[in-house]
């Protein structure tokens, strides 16, 4: 959980700096976004090891709790109780050759999770035509 605190923090940080007024629930957001696509990359790098049938009644609502759920825990974790406060005191003397390298390591990340879904897509249909990984 440390490294999605120190998401919000940074991406709080550059709100702030650019005076937004809704830095905190912005950031809380982002940090939402970028767990909703951890877990998406799950749940594919599951399904291409372990090729799990997925139910006829599927549907694209089936997420929806989900997509809910997380950014209300993170309101609540970050925006309610004012974490940005205590994470600056931790992180504001950060050496800028640290913070350089974290900000890269944030944005690879953050690129690598939205890049997963989308690969899968493309080979799944364009390459392999919706068949399995596996065979």
Do not use: H
Not at 36 to 50: A, K, N
Not at 63 to 74: D, E, S
Not at 107 to 127: C, E
Request: hydrophobic share 45%; with cysteine.
């Amino acid at each position: 959980m440390k490294l999605f605190d120190y998401i919000f923090y940074r991406v709080c940080d550059f709100y702030k700096r650019k005076k937004d007024s809704a830095a905190e629930v912005t950031s809380s957001l982002i940090v939402s976004l970028i767990q909703f696509f951890t877990i998406l990359d799950f749940f594919l790098l599951v399904r291409i090891v372990w090729e799990y049938p997925i139910p006829e009644n599927f549907n694209k609502y089936w997420f929806l709790p989900i997509i809910i759920l997380i950014p209300i825990i993170n309101w609540s974790k970050y925006v309610k109780s004012k974490k940005y406060r205590e994470y600056r005191k931790i992180w504001k003397d950060e050496n800028l050759k640290q913070r350089g390298k974290n900000g890269f390591l944030i944005v690879l990340y953050l690129v690598i999770s939205l890049l997963i879904p989308i690969l899968y897509g493309l080979i799944m249909q364009n390459i392999m035509g919706g068949k399995s990984f596996l065979g």
